[in-house]
């Protein structure tokens, strides 16, 4: 207990004594809403200071790269990083998804060729699930994955691919086999990006930046060695990769993935925000308005607690986890609308004008917080599936 | 493992019981036959839940109780909420709950054993002008000897007719007091008529009546009782809407799933299907902060919080539920024979019982905010 409660101090005065200059430009949120080069650049030197000092992949094994250290010591990396809200580690895909993965059920060889890179952020990962026409059936996903020799060739294109101009590898579900059930017929893939046949078109967002691409395959011929597991196990590990948490070797890397405006930042704002002369926070109706978002985020965490308990879900078992993203992501859109108007006359400013709020990180967060209302099942796809596989109500 | 929320065995062998027993005694055409009946419940109803020892839940076994808590009390709170029935089950555990925290060793045995054998126990803190601070009311006790003599009236006294037992606010010596009054004369009462029709409220007149100081709570002792009697009423209330929102909300989706428009079942279009989802996000938000605020009662701030955010969740959320249940019934909706109107009125009396959310929200505002 002691050698945790040493390491915690050691932790929390390197992250202050090495917490990277603030950029003169705004930083994003997240690893999906990184949107220029020198975004990348400033994030990817920052995972590999902390990696070198020791502080990624604590837990995962040490022939590879990682520390070989108990879970706890990542653990509490994290939460320093998190409680002193340092920039987060871009890396997410590799770190949270691709790495566990190849160390649960990867070859030798691919542990050696690919943890490491990940790490230390020399290899930058990006993931290949949704497509343009499926909406958010990723069962559906119809790119072609043909077997030729020594090869696999690809057909056909992704959508939404975050930090795709940034990234070497992509882990791909595509389709072996339209024959099959469509669970089956699908593959996984670890797939090399700079090969002959994969092309990158950016999207710019409705924030102004560039922050996906969508990602051609045409006749791209990969290693048959890129493949993961056997053909018609895609769906199977698709489903392992969204499992990885945290946990002994195959956990996630660790490190902090996201820092998100939140509301205890809006509470913040509104000590500084005024009104008729006197701090927003003593505006009665706007005390109001906090209150009520802190009930809601209140009750969602409640929710997380209350579907661990099987009695207290007993009658629609279903009804948290599937109401979920249509709370959360509804909440959090409401929230930074309402973060803009605490602002008064300066809401009406924008990324990179001088006297905007935080630079305009909270017009662009609002703006970015459509990417989860829509993403995923659009909130009103989300309702639909409560009504009726909650509720039971009739389809339209 | 959970440190948010804590779910015993006992309570969840509670609600399941509950639930049965409150199914089976409370269909929908039973609440109805007792919205003309004097006291608002059944006997043999009532005498069944006290042969189960259910009022005596939260009463220490020395004074023949349970010695259990209002975390289970709650267990039982939300079925009754669902199914609307109507008993003094919330008026015994409210004053309960007072006289522990409030009351010396000697009331507390002149009284408890008399509730845990089937007496119906009801708190007076209510005035006129319709405030729900409780320490607010004008009612006063002027002292005479060893008792003290009262004046003025109180309002939405529950059950009143049939309590033995009533804990009273009052002002003594220009602070909070409480007194346990029993044998209430029937001249005294003044019945109420209330939006619930389930339920039965009383004005209570107070002028002379004179009260031993043996059953009188003062000073720190008033101060907790208080404080005990609203924590004890926020979640019994909470609980009880909880069960409200998904009654209504099972009386509604079984009618967009019969009820035909334009060729269609009306469950079906966006607009009715959409609200329903709504309401179900505000149903499992309520009964996560219900649940958690059961699990830290008695933890003083954390409590508090805890309750007030619970009363404003359930409240709006269930008079919402109540509100479109009968605007989702269409003509029928707007009949006396359609259960929403049963629901909504529920959910409005709870609502404006013990605070609203906006009385809720600026006192939460002032816990979190500073």
Not at chain 1, 136 to 148: I, P
Not at chain 2, 124 to 130: N, T
Not at chain 2, 133 to 161: I, M, N, Q, Y
Not at chain 2, 323 to 337: N, S, Y
Request: hydrophobic share 45%; aromatic share 10%.
């Amino acid at each position: 207990m002691n050698e945790l409660e040493d390491f915690r101090r050691e932790v929390a005065a390197w992250f202050r004594e090495n917490r990277p200059a603030e950029p003169d430009f705004l930083l994003p949120e997240s690893f999906m809403e990184v949107g220029s080069d020198a975004q990348f650049a400033y994030l990817r030197d920052w995972q590999r200071k902390i990696y070198e000092a020791g502080y990624l992949g604590m837990a995962w094994p040490k022939e590879y790269g990682g520390g070989g250290k108990a879970q706890a010591f990542q653990d509490i990396v994290n939460a320093e990083m998190a409680a002193q809200k340092v920039p987060f580690v871009p890396n997410t895909i590799g770190l949270n998804w691709a790495g566990p993965l190849i160390l649960a059920i990867g070859t030798e060889e691919d542990k050696r060729r690919y943890i490491k890179g990940i790490l230390n952020a020399e290899d930058i990962w990006c993931q290949g699930f949704s497509e343009p026409d499926q909406g958010s059936d990723l069962a559906n996903s119809q790119t072609r994955a043909v077997r030729d020799g020594d090869s696999y060739v690809l057909n056909g294109s992704k959508i939404w691919t975050s930090l795709g101009t940034y990234a070497k590898y992509m882990i791909l579900l595509a389709r072996t086999n339209p024959q099959q059930p469509r669970y089956e017929g699908l593959s996984y893939f670890l797939v090399p990006m700079r090969t002959p046949g994969i092309e990158l078109q950016p999207i710019r967002k409705l924030t102004g930046e560039y922050g996906f691409t969508q990602t051609f395959f045409r006749d791209a011929r990969i290693p048959a060695a890129s493949l993961m597991g056997k053909e018609g196990e895609g769906w199977k590990i698709a489903m392992l990769t969204l499992t990885f948490e945290r946990g002994a070797t195959g956990g996630q890397a660790g490190g902090v993935s996201r820092v998100a405006l939140g509301l205890g930042d809006v509470v913040e704002m509104a000590k500084t925000a005024r009104r008729d002369g006197r701090p927003a926070l003593e505006d009665p109706f706007i005390r109001d308005q906090i209150v009520r978002f802190a009930i809601e985020d209140r009750g969602d965490q409640l929710c997380r607690a209350r579907a661990e308990i099987p009695a207290l879900c007993a009658e629609r078992p279903n009804a948290i986890p599937l109401s979920n993203k249509l709370r959360v992501s509804e909440h959090r859109r409401r929230l930074l609308r309402f973060a803009l108007s605490l602002q008064g006359a300066n809401a009406a400013r924008w990324v990179g004008d001088a006297d905007a709020t935080g630079g305009g990180k909270w017009q662009r967060a609002y703006f970015n917080s459509f990417s989860s209302t829509i993403g995923g099942g659009t909130s009103q796809i989300q309702a639909n599936i409560v009504g009726e596989r909650v509720l039971g109500l009739p389809k339209d | 493992m959970n440190e948010l929320i804590r779910f015993s065995d006992e309570q969840a062998m509670l609600l399941e019981t509950a639930s049965a027993f409150c199914r089976e005694k409370s269909p929908i055409h039973a609440v109805r036959a007792l919205l003309g009946s004097d006291h608002g419940y059944d006997r043999g109803v009532w005498e069944e839940i006290v042969a189960l020892g259910w009022p005596a839940l939260a009463i220490p076994e020395n004074f023949g109780g349970s010695g259990l808590s209002l975390a289970e009390a709650a267990a039982i709170a939300e079925p009754m909420g669902r199914h609307l029935m109507a008993v003094p089950f919330a008026s015994c555990q409210i004053f309960v709950a007072g006289v522990l925290a409030g009351a010396d060793a000697a009331l507390q045995a002149a009284v408890l054993p008399r509730i845990a054998g089937g007496a119906i126990g009801t708190v007076a803190l209510f005035e006129q002008e319709g405030d729900w601070s409780l320490t607010a009311g004008e009612a006063f006790g002027a002292r005479d000897g060893e008792t003290v003599v009262l004046s003025g009236a109180k309002t939405f006294v529950c059950d009143a007719a049939v309590a033995g037992f009533v804990l009273v606010s009052f002002v003594l010596d220009g602070a909070p007091a409480l007194a346990v009054l029993t044998e209430i004369a029937p001249e005294r009462l003044r019945r109420e008529i209330v939006i619930d029709e389930t339920q039965r409220g009383y004005r209570l007149d107070l002028d002379g009546i004179s009260v031993p100081m043996s059953k009188i709570m003062t000073g720190t002792r008033a101060l907790a009782a208080l404080d005990a009697v609203r924590d004890a009423a926020l979640l019994l209330n909470a609980a009880a809407a909880a069960g409200g929102i998904a009654g209504v909300l099972d009386v509604t989706v079984e009618y967009l799933n019969t009820r035909t428009a334009f060729g269609r079942k009306i469950g079906s279009f966006q607009s009715l299907k959409h609200t329903c989802a709504e309401i179900l996000v505000g149903l499992e938000r309520t009964r996560s902060h219900v649940w958690h605020a059961a699990s830290v009662l008695g933890s003083n701030q954390d409590a508090e919080i805890a309750l007030r955010m619970a009363k404003t969740e359930a409240g709006e959320v269930f008079t919402f539920a109540g509100d479109r249940a009968v605007q989702f019934h269409g003509g029928f909706g707007f009949t006396f024979d359609c259960d929403a109107q049963l629901f909504l009125r529920r959910a409005l009396w709870l609502e404006y019982s013990f605070g609203d959310g906006a009385h809720h929200r600026r006192w939460l505002a002032d816990l979190l905010l500073a």
